[in-house]
Structures are given as structure tokens and as C-alpha cells.
């Protein structure tokens, strides 16, 4: 909701309020977003709070308002880039600096920079951000600080330790089918800018910096992104905001200029990458899920109606119809995905099975070993301690000075845990290729003893 918000107060401020009605429906129903707004991982909260630091800007530099309002705004800039930094570290201050930037050299108000109150909002940003990282250090000492930076943002910037490696291009199609229904809108919404020397209409005022700026929001994390040595596909949801805003710009202008082969082409072509994401999600989810592909087009099938929005729209020539009924195909496909797909697929996770219906068995203040198989989740399922081990530079003395009994690793790295900790182990559990064991003793029930 958070996000769908500050999406609109964006619309607002930069095109008007029914841009920004168009950009809420949108950010409503955009697959990545709203896929990952149930995710448990911390970069829908990282997106939503660089996007109020971003909007912050906007209103301070591209929004009406007497000075003294305009330095408000710019506080709030500042405070939504320290609660990114507490979300999800340095990105927190990257992701905004490098679209404002870009923006201010750009736009050639490099001079602005000194406008920004960097002393004031500085000290606002060390009020909020510096009392949980003086308090985690103060906790857990330089090790917090080197996993935190050196390790989680750093190396995983610059190295492949984290094995997620991809090409320059990865984020492309994650981006375009992450838009999904609006693909085509936010493609149609960067070629319009590009093609235009002017960067819009000269009878919109702001037009030509709104533009500018949400392409440097765009372009500028997208490039970001795609020279990092490790990829995922949420890394770029902090860019979704700004291609939202660019599809709904696009749609509000046909809305004004209607142009029939153009939103022919737009309401067929979505019709077509829909049947292409049916064909290909069939085949894939039901492999991945071991499920019947009856069962997948079911769940899938209320993408069905993004492809009778199209046939409507072929008769009734109303793109706000075709806007309805594509939205309301993305609601009824989530609703269906939430109630009958996700429970299946969370049932299908390993790490979740084993760590959380095995591990009642542990004495309290028992660690958990990681052997070469790590997941943010196995925190919070496990419920303890967890000790990453990696053969290739760790000792297993440590290991073994803990106490530590069970270890959650591959089938893959069974005869390999044997030979390091010189122990026998009894397999507890076994699922999708990963395996819980007890080391140093024999328990009751099927297991395989090694």
C-alpha cells in the first residue's frame, strides 16, 4: 500500500492527478511488485523508502512551494535515504544519490547541489541511521561491520562470492516481464522520451524535468544493477516507481490523443506476451512443482481475461475499459495465486521443512550448522543460531568447540562433511536435494546412518 502511495504523490507532483490515478492502478497490479510484497526479504521496504527520499526531492526542486517548504521537503529526502540505509544498508544512500545527480548534471543545475542543506540533512540522517549501527557494533563488535558492508554489500557488488552470477543484460527481461501487464506501456513510455528532443510537450511546464528525471531514476539503478557481479531479480524493484510512472504516462497521453493502430498494437501485443507467459509458465511450474499442467493453467488461467480486454477493446475501442479489465485479470490471477499456488509452493520448501519441523529436537541455545547451503529464511524457521561453514577456508575445529550436532547441507555434500568432521551422522530428513543430519549419534525412526 506504502508503495502504490508514494507511486501516486509521485504521479501528482510530476504529471497531475490523473497520471497519477493511471500510475496507482498500475503499481496495484504490476506482477514484480506485488509479487515480492509478500516476499520476506527487505527490498520492497528498501524500494518504498528510497522512493519517499526520491519524492522528497521532487517536491523540494520540481514541485510548488515557498523556500522554507522546499527545505522541509528536502528533510524528508534525507530521512527516507536513512530508513532505506537501516532497510538494506549503503543502497539506501546510492540509489537516491545517483538519480539526483544524474538528474541536477543533466539538467545543468550542477550549482543546486549546494541547495540540498547537506550539513543539516546529514546530521537528520546520522539521528536516524547511526543509533542501530553504534548499537550492533556495540553488540557484536567489527565482525557486524564486516558481514554488513564488507561482505553483504561490497563483495556482493563486486564479486561472485554469493554465486549469482548473470550477464550486463540479466535485468532486461526481468524488468519487462516484471511490468507485466504494462510491459509494452513502460517500452512504449522510454522509446516517446528518447525520441523526443524536447522531453515531452512544450505546453506542460515541468514535463521536460519530469521526464529527465525518472529516466535518470530508470537508467541510472537499471545501469547500476546490470555491473554488479551479482544478480537477482529483486534487486531492481527500487527502479519499479519510475517505470510505472513512465507507463502511466504513456497511457494518460493516449487516453488524450487517441490513436487507434497504436492501441490496437498495444492491447493485442500485451494479448500475445500473455499467451507466451501461459505457454511458458505451464511448462515450467509444473516441472518445478511436480504438479499435473492442468493444475498450472488452472491457477493461470485468469490471465485469460488480459486476452478478452483485448477483444473488447478491438469493439468497443475504450482504453479505460481495457485498462479495467487488464487490472482486474491481474487481481483475480494474484487471488488465485495467493490461495491455491503459494500454499503449494512454500509446502515445497526445503529449507522451511527441515530447519522448522525438524529442529524441535534442539536443547535451547543449540546452533544450527550451514554446510555449504545457505537461505535468508533459515534464520527465521530455525529459530537459532546458525554457523555458516565453508570448507574451503573454514576450520571445523571451531565448529566442533561449539557443541553444534546438526547440520543442514546437499545430498551432494554428504561424503564430504563425513571426511571433515571425522563423525558419523544420521540422516534426519530429506527434500529437494538438501538433507538435515545429526552428527555423533544414533536416533530413532528411518534414517540412513553413515
Same mark, same amino acid.
Given at each position: 500500500?506504502?508503495?502504490?502511495?508514494?507511486?501516486?504523490?509521485?504521479?501528482?507532483?510530476?504529471?497531475?492527478?490523473?497520471?497519477?490515478?493511471?500510475?496507482?492502478?498500475?503499481?496495484?497490479?504490476?506482477?514484480?511488485?506485488?509479487?515480492?510484497?509478500?516476499?520476506?526479504?527487505?527490498?520492497?521496504?528498501?524500494?518504498?523508502?528510497?522512493?519517499?527520499?526520491?519524492?522528497?526531492?521532487?517536491?523540494?526542486?520540481?514541485?510548488?512551494?515557498?523556500?522554507?517548504?522546499?527545505?522541509?521537503?528536502?528533510?524528508?529526502?534525507?530521512?527516507?535515504?536513512?530508513?532505506?540505509?537501516?532497510?538494506?544498508?549503503?543502497?539506501?544512500?546510492?540509489?537516491?544519490?545517483?538519480?539526483?545527480?544524474?538528474?541536477?548534471?543533466?539538467?545543468?543545475?550542477?550549482?543546486?547541489?549546494?541547495?540540498?542543506?547537506?550539513?543539516?540533512?546529514?546530521?537528520?540522517?546520522?539521528?536516524?541511521?547511526?543509533?542501530?549501527?553504534?548499537?550492533?557494533?556495540?553488540?557484536?563488535?567489527?565482525?557486524?561491520?564486516?558481514?554488513?558492508?564488507?561482505?553483504?554489500?561490497?563483495?556482493?557488488?563486486?564479486?561472485?562470492?554469493?554465486?549469482?552470477?548473470?550477464?550486463?543484460?540479466?535485468?532486461?527481461?526481468?524488468?519487462?516481464?516484471?511490468?507485466?501487464?504494462?510491459?509494452?506501456?513502460?517500452?512504449?513510455?522510454?522509446?516517446?522520451?528518447?525520441?523526443?528532443?524536447?522531453?515531452?510537450?512544450?505546453?506542460?511546464?515541468?514535463?521536460?524535468?519530469?521526464?529527465?528525471?525518472?529516466?535518470?531514476?530508470?537508467?541510472?539503478?537499471?545501469?547500476?544493477?546490470?555491473?554488479?557481479?551479482?544478480?537477482?531479480?529483486?534487486?531492481?524493484?527500487?527502479?519499479?516507481?519510475?517505470?510505472?510512472?513512465?507507463?502511466?504516462?504513456?497511457?494518460?497521453?493516449?487516453?488524450?490523443?487517441?490513436?487507434?493502430?497504436?492501441?490496437?498494437?498495444?492491447?493485442?501485443?500485451?494479448?500475445?506476451?500473455?499467451?507466451?507467459?501461459?505457454? &511458458? =509458465?505451464?511448462?515450467?511450474?509444473?516441472?518445478?512443482?511436480?504438479?499435473?499442467? =492442468?493444475?498450472?493453467?488452472?491457477?493461470?488461467?485468469?490471465?485469460?481475461?488480459?486476452?478478452?480486454?483485448?477483444?473488447?477493446?478491438?469493439?468497443?475501442?475504450?482504453?479505460?475499459?481495457?485498462?479495467?479489465?487488464?487490472?482486474?485479470?491481474?487481481?483475480?490471477?494474484?487471488?488465485?495465486? &495467493?490461495?491455491?499456488?503459494?500454499?503449494?509452493?512454500?509446502?515445497?520448501?526445503?529449507?522451511?521443512?527441515?530447519?522448522?519441523?525438524?529442529?524441535?529436537?534442539? &536443547?535451547?541455545?543449540?546452533?544450527?550448522?550451514?554446510?555449504?547451503?545457505?537461505?535468508?529464511?533459515?534464520?527465521?524457521?530455525?529459530?537459532?543460531?546458525?554457523?555458516?561453514?565453508?570448507?574451503?577456508?573454514?576450520?571445523?575445529?571451531?565448529?566442533?568447540? &561449539? =557443541?553444534?550436532?546438526?547440520?543442514?547441507?546437499?545430498?551432494?555434500?554428504?561424503? !564430504? !562433511?563425513?571426511?571433515?568432521?571425522?563423525?558419523?551422522?544420521?540422516?534426519?530428513?530429506?527434500?529437494?536435494?538438501?538433507?538435515?543430519?545429526?552428527?555423533?549419534?544414533?536416533?530413532? =525412526?528411518?534414517?540412513?546412518?553413515?
Amino acid at each position: 500500500m506504502g508503495f502504490v502511495l508514494v507511486t501516486m504523490g509521485l504521479g501528482v507532483t510530476l504529471y497531475g492527478k490523473r497520471t497519477a490515478l493511471v500510475a496507482g492502478v498500475l503499481a496495484s497490479t504490476a506482477l514484480q511488485p506485488v509479487v515480492y510484497s509478500r516476499a520476506a526479504v527487505p527490498d520492497m521496504l528498501l524500494s518504498f523508502f528510497v522512493a519517499v527520499s526520491l519524492y522528497g526531492f521532487v517536491r523540494a526542486f520540481l514541485g510548488p512551494g515557498a523556500p522554507k517548504q522546499r527545505r522541509r521537503w528536502l528533510y524528508l529526502m534525507y530521512a527516507g535515504s536513512a530508513l532505506a540505509f537501516l532497510a538494506k544498508g549503503p543502497l539506501g544512500v546510492i540509489l537516491p544519490g545517483i538519480t539526483v545527480l544524474a538528474y541536477l548534471v543533466l539538467s545543468g543545475n550542477t550549482r543546486k547541489i549546494l541547495s540540498l542543506s547537506p550539513v543539516s540533512g546529514f546530521l537528520l540522517f546520522l539521528l536516524l541511521a547511526a543509533p542501530w549501527y553504534i548499537y550492533m557494533t556495540t553488540l557484536h563488535g567489527g565482525a557486524f561491520l564486516e558481514e554488513h558492508f564488507l561482505q553483504r554489500n561490497l563483495q556482493r557488488y563486486f564479486t561472485d562470492k554469493w554465486q549469482h552470477p548473470g550477464p550486463v543484460y540479466y535485468f532486461l527481461p526481468v524488468v519487462f516481464a516484471g511490468s507485466f501487464p504494462w510491459s509494452l506501456c513502460l517500452c512504449a513510455g522510454l522509446v516517446k522520451l528518447f525520441r523526443s528532443a524536447a522531453w515531452g510537450s512544450k505546453n506542460e511546464k515541468n514535463f521536460r524535468h519530469s521526464g529527465l528525471f525518472l529516466l535518470c531514476w530508470f537508467i541510472g539503478m537499471l545501469l547500476f544493477f546490470s555491473f554488479s557481479s551479482s544478480k537477482l531479480p529483486n534487486y531492481v524493484l527500487p527502479l519499479y516507481p519510475a517505470a510505472i510512472l513512465l507507463a502511466a504516462r504513456c497511457l494518460d497521453e493516449l487516453m488524450e490523443r487517441s490513436s487507434p493502430s497504436r492501441l490496437l498494437a498495444l492491447s493485442w501485443g500485451t494479448s500475445l506476451i500473455t499467451l507466451a507467459l501461459l505457454a &511458458t =509458465g505451464v511448462s515450467i511450474l509444473s516441472r518445478k512443482l511436480h504438479e499435473p499442467p =492442468g493444475t498450472i493453467l488452472l491457477w493461470l488461467s485468469p490471465l485469460g481475461v488480459i486476452v478478452v480486454g483485448a477483444v473488447v477493446f478491438h469493439f468497443k475501442r475504450s482504453l479505460k475499459l481495457w485498462l479495467v479489465i487488464c487490472s482486474a485479470g491481474m487481481c483475480l490471477l494474484l487471488a488465485v495465486v &495467493t490461495g491455491f499456488a503459494i500454499p503449494r509452493i512454500e509446502s515445497l520448501q526445503a529449507v522451511r521443512t527441515l530447519s522448522s519441523e525438524n529442529l524441535d529436537r534442539l &536443547t535451547p541455545g543449540e546452533p544450527l550448522v550451514s554446510f555449504r547451503v545457505w537461505a535468508p529464511s533459515l534464520l527465521f524457521y530455525s529459530k537459532t543460531r546458525v554457523i555458516r561453514f565453508n570448507p574451503d577456508t573454514d576450520s571445523w575445529e571451531k565448529v566442533a568447540a &561449539t =557443541g553444534a550436532r546438526w547440520v543442514l547441507t546437499r545430498d551432494s555434500e554428504l561424503e !564430504l !562433511l563425513r571426511r571433515i568432521s571425522g563423525a558419523g551422522f544420521d540422516v534426519i530428513h530429506r527434500m529437494g536435494g538438501k538433507v538435515l543430519v545429526l552428527l555423533g549419534e544414533k536416533v530413532g =525412526g528411518p534414517t540412513n546412518n553413515y
